[in-house]
């Protein structure tokens, strides 16, 4: 009888194992990759974590301490600055995605090429767009020159000032120029995606165009909307470069802030820096989680719908 059973459990076992080992191995091919990956930045942000709470520092060991959380969330420039950050990110993020809603829908019946016109912008890197955004925008960019030979103004200076104005206008040009393609794909995915039963019926039982889209489309839109919309905010919330190119300077965003007192030459306010990235980083985090999350509850309720 053991003679039976122990070939029996041999089986068995090396059934389980070579399930566990297929289930396993993407993660398992990955886990090198993600190891080099896991020790560098979380070696980077543990040893950033010591730091801003006085261990570490370049003047010494240090000791325990949250002056520096103190010494940040205590001066008013962190809060101008969290505030513009705030301001730049919903506010482009809000216009992107209204205007990107839209030309989604004009673009849904479309053709490839004007498909791939509207998309031709996403490989361009951020730092061409700010070099267009200046030669055009700028008192002394092409529109300007072009209105200046006109007549239309007298100088360059009667030029409005779009670059590095307190609105930031041209920056939001620029993440509008930038960012509306990059919903616009997701959209476009998402709505060659549905069943076209859904408006048919609506418009059947008497639904008018806009009734059909707002009480059809719209909700069916909302969880790609939410999920681009989210991934927007929080690249808009921590680029460094376009505002610190493009951004006013009595009015700093939140990444340009951190990276000028990092860069300061008191080395007292490196903790204080540091406790500034961290707090960035923090707000980036949260921003995935909520993402995360909004994506987990919309594959659910999808799957749920599509059960019942």
Same mark, same amino acid.
């Given at each position: 009888?053991?003679?039976?059973?122990?070939?029996? %459990?041999?089986?068995?076992?090396?059934?389980?194992?070579?399930?566990?080992?297929e289930?396993?191995?993407?993660?398992? !091919?990955?886990?090198?990759?993600?190891?080099?990956?896991?020790?560098?930045?979380?070696?980077?942000?543990?040893?950033?974590?010591?730091?801003? %709470?006085?261990?570490?520092?370049?003047?010494?060991p240090?000791?325990?301490?949250?002056?520096?959380?103190?010494?940040?969330?205590?001066?008013?420039?962190?809060?101008?600055?969290?505030?513009?950050?705030f301001?730049?990110?919903?506010?482009?993020?809000?216009?992107?995605?209204?205007?990107?809603?839209?030309l989604?829908?004009? !673009?849904?019946?479309?053709?490839?090429?004007? @498909?791939?016109?509207?998309?031709?912008?996403?490989?361009?890197?951020?730092?061409?767009?700010?070099?267009?955004?200046?030669?055009?925008?700028?008192?002394?960019? !092409?529109?300007?020159?072009?209105?200046?030979?006109?007549?239309?103004?007298?100088?360059?200076q009667?030029?409005?000032?779009?670059?590095?104005?307190?609105?930031?206008?041209?920056?939001?040009?620029?993440?509008?120029?930038?960012?509306?393609?990059?919903?616009t794909?997701i959209?476009?995915?998402? !709505?060659?995606?549905l069943?076209?039963?859904?408006?048919?019926?609506a418009?059947?039982?008497?639904?008018s165009?806009?009734?059909?889209?707002?009480?059809? @489309?719209?909700?069916?839109?909302?969880?790609?909307?939410?999920s681009?919309?989210?991934?927007?905010f929080?690249?808009?919330?921590?680029?460094?470069?376009?505002?610190?190119?493009?951004?006013?300077?009595?009015?700093r965003?939140?990444?340009?802030?951190?990276?000028r007192?990092?860069?300061?030459?008191? %080395?007292?306010?490196r903790?204080?820096?540091?406790?500034?990235?961290? @707090?960035?980083?923090?707000?980036?985090?949260?921003?995935?989680?909520?993402?995360?999350?909004?994506?987990?509850?919309?594959?659910?309720?999808?799957?749920?719908?599509?059960?019942?």
């Open positions: 009888m053991v003679q039976v059973v122990q070939p029996e %459990l041999r089986r068995v076992r090396s059934r389980i194992w070579a399930e566990w080992m289930r396993s191995r993407p993660y398992l !091919l990955l886990l090198p990759a993600l190891s080099i990956i896991g020790v560098l930045f979380g070696g980077g942000l543990l040893l950033a974590l010591f730091q801003s %709470l006085g261990f570490f520092t370049l003047l010494g240090g000791e325990l301490s949250l002056e520096a959380y103190r010494a940040a969330y205590s001066n008013s420039e962190f809060w101008t600055s969290l505030l513009q950050s301001y730049i990110a919903i506010v482009a993020t809000a216009l992107s995605t209204v205007l990107s809603v839209g989604a829908m004009l !673009l849904r019946s479309a053709n490839r090429w004007a @498909t791939l016109a509207c998309q031709i912008t996403l490989p361009i890197p951020h730092l061409v767009g700010i070099a267009g955004i200046l030669m055009l925008l700028a008192p002394s960019g !092409l529109i300007a020159r072009v209105f200046l030979a006109l007549g239309w103004i007298q100088t360059d009667d030029f409005p000032l779009l670059v590095n104005d307190g609105a930031s206008i041209g920056l939001l040009i620029h993440f509008l120029w930038k960012e509306i393609p990059f919903i794909l959209l476009l995915a998402v !709505l060659r995606g069943n076209p039963a859904y408006e048919q019926q418009r059947a039982l008497g639904a165009p806009w009734q059909c889209f707002w009480n059809v @489309t719209l909700p069916l839109l909302k969880p790609g909307i939410l681009a919309s989210l991934i927007v929080g690249f808009i919330f921590s680029s460094f470069e376009v505002p610190f190119l493009l951004g006013a300077i009595q009015s965003t939140l990444p340009v802030y951190v990276y007192a990092f860069t300061d030459t008191d %080395l007292t306010r903790p204080e820096a540091i406790a500034l990235g961290l @707090t960035l980083s923090a707000i980036s985090i949260a921003v995935i989680a909520i993402y995360l999350w909004i994506t987990a509850n919309a594959r659910s309720q999808v799957s749920g719908k599509r059960n019942s």
